[in-house]
């Protein structure tokens, strides 16, 4: 089943959300974190992609982003992690997880004998600086809302610290206007 939501603004930044199949905590260590990150990066410099704000969480990822195909430029960044997620997988022997991976496989996935991602990322296009702001606050406090951090910029992997004193963030974020 694909998607109904699209990216009806190709101009504009997006607020986008990406599940983990089944809701599966996937980004428990610091090294598939740092897959998804490093991805981000990649797209940044190879891809067009614009990054405003982002969060990671143990089974999904938000993000404020643009690109000149960003439909494109998700689906390549979801498919590339899949396959490095799933080889830290192994390289960890996580079987469990690996074995959740293989069992929450659509049917018509069969590409992989793995489904990583959920389907679609919701795009949302941000229409102006209000909602621009709405969105970082509440991606920023998604971990303290989850009772994970006291405070926003307590969570490494999120753009909340970056304007932070002597803080270096793991993935520096554009400028917006």
């Known amino acids: ?27 428990t260590t610091a090294a598939r974190c740092d897959i998804l990150v490093q991805s981000l990066a990649y797209c940044r410099e ?27 430029v998700l689906a390549d960044l979801k498919r590339h992690t899949a396959q490095r997620i799933l080889e ?12 959740q991976l293989r069992y929450r496989r659509s049917a018509h996935k069969t590409e992989s004998a793995h489904q990583v991602w959920q389907e679609g990322t919701h795009p949302q296009a941000i229409v102006g ?5 709405q ?24 753009s909340a610290h970056e304007w932070e004193p002597g803080v270096e963030p793991v993935l520096r974020c554009d400028c917006w206007r």
Request: overall charge negative.
């Open 1 to 27: 089943m694909r998607s109904r939501y699209q990216v009806q603004a190709p101009d504009a930044a997006h607020f986008v959300t990406s599940t983990i199949v089944a809701w599966l905590p996937v980004f």
């Open 46 to 72: 190879h891809k067009g992609l614009v990054i405003y704000g982002w969060v990671i969480l143990d089974n999904h990822f938000h993000a404020i982003l643009a690109a000149p195909d960003l439909p494109r």
């Open 88 to 99: 830290q997988l192994e390289a960890e022997k996580c079987e469990w997880l690996l074995g």
């Open 129 to 133: 600086d209000e909602m621009m702001l």
């Open 135 to 158: 969105k970082l606050e509440y991606l920023h406090n998604n971990p303290v809302k989850r009772g994970l951090v006291a405070a926003p910029e307590y969570w490494r992997y999120s």
